[in-house]
T-cell receptor, first 113, second 114 residues
Framework: EAQVTQNPRYLITVTGKKLTVTCSQNMNHEYMSWYRQDPGLGLRQIYYSMNVEVTDKGDVPEGYKVSRKEKRNFPLILESPSPNQTSLYFC????????????FGPGTRLTVL | GENVEQHPSTLSVQEGDSAVIKCTYSDSASNYFPWYKQELGKGPQLIIDIRSNVGEKKDQRIAVTLNKTAKHFSLHITETQPEDSAVYFCAAWGFSGGYNKLIFGAGTRLAVHP
């Protein structure tokens, strides 16, 4: 089944404790991105990647890192999480670019205490 | 930069009625406008999109219209069913903050009552 998977789905952590949210797609898509969803703000792009080893900042990159060592994986890293990073996070992939159909993962609900 | 406003934020209709959600955008160069449906506990899913070279697109009970002059686009759902209940997001592809990106509206929570 073609899909985007994220892990974990739920995470409660404390300020400053490094964490990684994994994202994997099995559709051989070139383009991958991370969004955060907050009430009243819709989805905002954090980082995106147009291909392996090519990543770039989105709208709200502060406090986040990403890597794209393989085409299928695009982990999101929070080196020192803070309470304002409490949010619902989505990974998405599309065949070539952001104007292709984007396929979203199921989401990761992160709470930083 | 691009800004997308979406209205209403909540919409309640009776089963069988039509529902209309409207979005406005600011960047006249935007040329791609997708609509996403997000069910509870799931990620958004593309339901329909339109590009600037057409004014309307239809897929069964769902249609999207685009008015480039007025810079607004709308989602129309006819003969609504309870399974249409979800949060709907519009988006516009535009240039903002130094690069091209999809800007999302804040979302509309649609409730369809049997």
């Amino acid at each position: 089944e073609a899909q985007v998977t994220q892990n974990p789905r739920y995470l409660i952590t404390v300020t400053g404790k490094k964490l990684t949210v994994t994202c994997s797609q099995n559709m051989n898509h070139e383009y991958m991105s991370w969004y955060r969803q907050d009430p009243g703000l819709g989805l905002r792009q954090i980082y995106y990647s147009m291909n392996v080893e090519v990543t770039d900042k989105g709208d709200v990159p502060e406090g986040y890192k990403v890597s794209r060592k393989e085409k299928r994986n695009f982990p999101l890293i929070l080196e020192s999480p803070s309470p304002n990073q409490t949010s619902l996070y989505f990974c998405a992939s599309s065949p070539l670019s952001i104007t292709d159909t984007q396929y979203f993962g199921p989401g990761t609900r992160l709470t930083v205490l | 930069g691009e800004n997308v406003e979406q209205h209403p934020s909540t919409l309640s209709v009776q089963e069988g009625d039509s529902a209309v959600i409207k979005c406005t955008y600011s960047d006249s160069a935007s040329n791609y406008f997708p609509w996403y449906k997000q069910e509870l506990g799931k990620g958004p899913q593309l339901i329909i999109d339109i590009r600037s070279n057409v004014g309307e697109k239809k897929d069964q009970r769902i249609a999207v219209t685009l008015n480039k002059t007025a810079k607004h686009f709308s989602l129309h759902i006819t003969e609504t069913q309870p399974e249409d209940s979800a949060v709907y997001f519009c988006a516009a592809w535009g240039f903002s903050g130094g690069y091209n990106k999809l800007i999302f509206g804040a979302g509309t929570r649609l409730a369809v009552h049997p």
